[in-house]
């Protein structure tokens, strides 16, 4: 079996792996961090959105074996070792951008990539970088109004859909 190496949240992993082994299979199986859910396997929900050498990818949608090399951050990396949360996420918690919570660790991801390329995003603007990311219970509204709260932005005229 092939061998694949990566540094995950910082970290140095390495497995044997399958040429069909997914990087989502891989991070959960191999590297034991379930943070990032299998969503619909085809790329289309964004539940299992990655950071990979500082891009966002659904990590469903790319091979274990592409990622040699690469640097990946998960959800688990972004809050504090001794479990504090990250400002996404604590906006995330403080606002009621989350339900059941399978899309969040997707949601919390995009939200991070999007303030790296754009740091004080308008509404229409965050709406529009999560078309990729699938919520079935939320509706959105909190989401964009946790990540307006992130970028440092008043979130109180965020209009409900």
Known sequence: MPQVSMTVNGKNV???????????????????????????????????LVHVDGKAVKACSIFAGEAEGAEIATIEGMGEADGTLDYVQQAFQDHHGLQCGFCTPGMVM????????????????????????????????????????????????????
């Open 110 to 161: 995009s939200a991070h990539a999007l303030l790296k390329e754009n740091p004080k995003p308008s509404e229409a603007e965050i709406r529009h970088y999560l078309q990729g990311n699938i919520c079935r219970c939320t509706g959105y509204h909190n989401i964009v109004k946790a990540i307006m709260v992130a970028s440092g932005q008043d979130a109180t005229g965020i209009a409900a859909e």
């Open 14 to 48: 390495a497995g044997e792996i399958e040429g069909r082994t997914l990087r989502v299979d891989f991070l959960r199986e191999n590297v034991g961090l379930t943070g990032t859910p299998v969503g619909c396997d085809t790329s289309q929900c964004g539940a299992c």
